[in-house]
DNA sequence: TCTGGGGTCCTAGGACCC
DNA sequence: TCTGGGGTCCTAGGACCC
């Protein structure tokens, strides 16, 4: 047994906590914020728990339930997010070298030459200080494994008596483990807990102590890793991928899309911000995937992709626009009502390991033109801001395709934003 | 009427080869 | 009519995550 331990940061109920810093006014009240389009519950306080709306629940749903309660809803503000989670990180790098940020509100931390002791005081550290310096609530889970960290992490945030802080360590692990239901544990999803549920393995402890060879057999690899995982044994070693795997950009349309032209300026748009994406992290597609989608939830639903694979990997937003046009042209089928549509870039390649033709042509002369154009965007609309230099062809954007009708102001980012301070 | 977005990993199965 | 076996590579789709 080695002396490192494993120690998952979570915010609690990040985004809420986002817009409570800035509105102490919410601090009191139940407060969620709704998905793109204000279609979804994605976040909520723990009084909006308590009512009883589950997480990704659709709005309409519960509207009545959140109107008669009293909820203050959000549209989500990931400019917010965003920047009160590189806080939040910069914040831990005072408490660790080993530092895996794994979403946008959590991040698994690596500690040595601890004893359990002082591991659990230095999480009581990180809980008061990110507070205090960022205004945000993290809970911390210790544990040898990450999958002990995550199910410790969850203990802690849902026990007061531990004020934020739990190891799996602690003596009482084993009785929380014969009270929690397989479904909490981290890899283990609705098909995996259907098939431990019907061999008669319902609580983690149960899952613990499965026998392996069972495992291997109904759980495959993935199952068989959390098995071990839980028994303290370390498979899962990092969650940070060695490279970008694919990159997609996507959204539902509210108003749904109808007509071709809005449908192909609303991808070019998705195109274009993609290849920016890629070409900063100096990487370049060999593989397009493109996709529209009527509604999931009516009779006749319609789903068209098209998946094109390039002789030649590129990150050239002119080229893959070309791609994408005749690529939908395939796809789009007249009168349907598209609520949802997106690009995927997948078969990413180092910008340098592409190859170039033998000979310039006059497609290559063009290419070599237009990589300058685009090189030259990217540099303005990172200096003055996105979306201040645009290709034609999606300028025209109908804001209405993206409904956030509830948003908070961009407090940390924007100076119009920042909250003002009045003295009597 | 109204149902998020962005990822990774694994596996089954087809294509192809000897 | 009968129609191997085993390997690799690739992709689509499912499962899972936040």
Known sequence: MTDKYIALVDCNNFFVSCERVFNPRLRDVPVAVLSNNDGCVVARSQEVKDLGIPM???????????????????SSNFVLYGDMSARVQKTLSHFSYDIEPYSIDESFLGVKGMTAKQVRQWGQEIVSTVYQWTGIPVSVGIGRTRTLAKLANHIAKKNPEYSGVFSSDDPHMADWMARYPIEEVWGIGRRLAKKCRSHGITSVKDLRDADRKWAAKYLDT???????????EECITTTVPSKTRSIIRSRSFDPPIIDFDTLYRTLSLFVATAAGKIREKKLCTKHITLFIMTSRFIEDNYYGSVPVILDRATNNTIELMKIMKIGLRRIYRTGRRYKKGGVVFSSLVDEDAVQLPLSESVDERFQNRTEKILSVMDTVNKKIGEGTVKLGSYQFIN?????????????TTSWQDIPVVKAK
Request: glycine residues 10%.
């Open 222 to 232: 993935v199952g068989t890793r959390t098995v071990l995982e839980l028994n303290g």
């Open 56 to 74: 990704g629940i659709p709005v309409f749903r519960v509207r009545e339930k959140l109107e008669k309660n009293g909820v203050r809803t959000f």
């Open 399 to 411: 804001k209405k395709t993206d409904k956030k009708e509830q948003l908070s102001k961009r407090f």
